[in-house]
């Protein structure tokens, strides 16, 4: 129950003082509750009600000392800042529009994770909005709107018509993993394609020669990049062209799109190059457990994004690795930037993603390296 609370001023900052001071004045009380506000505090602690304000706000100029009464004094008033009245003096919600694509893709609650610790070490609150298909965005926009909020990070496709409008409305924007047309919006991005390549180059060292894609949603721009970046090297190194089917980032379209290359193609392709690795889980769930497929040394299998259940001893697949809790701390650095100074730069910090060697994939054809890696199956 709180304290039915006015409070005297005093000079006295020990903690002892304050707290019989409170206590004292607390039980002079009479007539109705009230909550105790930032004044109670500051006339507690003889401080003014700003240097209170100051002491809630991370990151704020404070001594040690004041902070310290203030503390004192708030613990013994039982004082909870009210977020919605400071925000009516600072104009500021403190809040924080995250808009990310559907969440049944596990890559995404990984950097909801990440951008959720990092926005709340800034003092602020994420709001968050999910889509189910990237074409939803104006829908979910339309919600973002009827909010206060300070800024936003989104890691979905944007028009530019959209991105103008966060301008218009003098909301800073942050986008996560999407590559901007217009060069006033600040991005944080891994080149999808440069990881793509990477993954082609290795598997062709490796004497890999017919390649299939397994794609991800028509409305992804990651998943075009990937596919981009793993056409364009097998151009580059005049290898057949592959197959490419569709998928929709889900486990079942892994298994169904390799029974589909398999019936295109006729045979079973050196690599099957999947856009995520939970298709890449089903790929090789159907390889393995129904068509008797001998990965790796039949056919390689690799993903993308190194989720946790890509590193399980039964699935050790071989995928690309982002480095996604470097890539959250740069975007909620880049738009507390923009929100604090209304303005700051707009560039693009690119990232690079890193191959992480499972056991999926053939990725060198030295005897040794088969022998080492793959020598029981090799025997059988």
């Keep these: ?69 203030v503390m004192q004094a708030a613990i013994a008033l039982d004082y909870i800042p009210n977020a919605a009245a400071r925000s009516l003096i600072t104009r500021r919600s403190n809040l924080v529009a995250v808009i990310i694509s559907n969440l049944a893709n596990l890559y995404y609650p990984q950097i909801l994770s990440e951008l959720s610790q990092q926005i709340a070490r800034q003092g602020k609150r994420l709001l ?35 991105m103008a409008e966060f301008a218009r409305r003098d909301v800073p924007l942050v986008l996560f993993n999407r590559n901007p047309r217009d060069n006033a919006v600040p ?13 082609v180059s290795r598997l062709a060292e490796a004497g890999h020669r017919q390649f299939a894609i397994i794609d991800g949603p028509g409305d992804s721009a990651v998943a075009q990049e990937r596919k981009s970046g793993v056409l364009d090297r097998l151009l580059e190194l005049r290898l057949p062209a592959p197959i490419v089917v569709s998928g929709n980032y889900n486990y079942a379209s892994g298994g169904h799109g390799l029974r589909k290359v398999i019936d295109r193609l006729g045979r079973v392709p050196d690599a ?13 769930d159907t390889a393995r457990h129904e068509l008797g497929i001998q990965v ?45 100074r209304r303005g700051g730069s707009a560039e693009r910090r690119r990232y690079c993603s890193y191959l992480v060697e499972g056991s999926t994939a053939r990725l060198s054809a030295e005897p040794v390296y088969i022998a080492q890696r793959f020598g029981m199956m090799a025997a059988a």
């Design 1 to 69: 129950m709180r304290k039915k609370t006015t409070v005297a001023r005093i000079s006295n900052s020990s903690t002892a003082n304050i707290i019989d001071a409170a206590a004292s004045t607390g039980s002079a009380q009479a007539g109705a509750e009230r909550r105790v506000t930032s004044y109670d505090v500051a006339l507690l602690a003889g401080v003014s009600q700003s240097a209170v304000s100051r002491c809630f706000k991370p990151g704020a100029s404070v001594s040690p000392a004041t902070h310290a009464k």
């Design 128 to 162: 968050l909005f999910t889509l189910e298909r990237e074409a939803d965005i104006g829908k979910a926009l339309c919600d973002v709107w009827q909010y206060q909020v300070d800024g936003a990070i989104v890691a979905a496709w944007l028009s530019d018509e959209q």
């Design 187 to 199: 991005a944080v991005l891994c080149d999808q394609a440069e990881a793509a390549r990477l993954l």
């Design 272 to 284: 099957v190059i999947c856009g995520n690795d939970i298709m890449a889980i089903g790929c090789l």
């Design 296 to 340: 790796p040394l039949q056919m390689s299998v690799a993903g993308f994004d190194a989720l946790e259940a890509s590193g399980w001893l039964s699935y050790d697949i071989t995928t690309l690795r982002q480095p996604v809790q470097k890539m959250a701390i740069e975007a909620v650095a880049m738009l507390n930037e923009r929100m604090e």
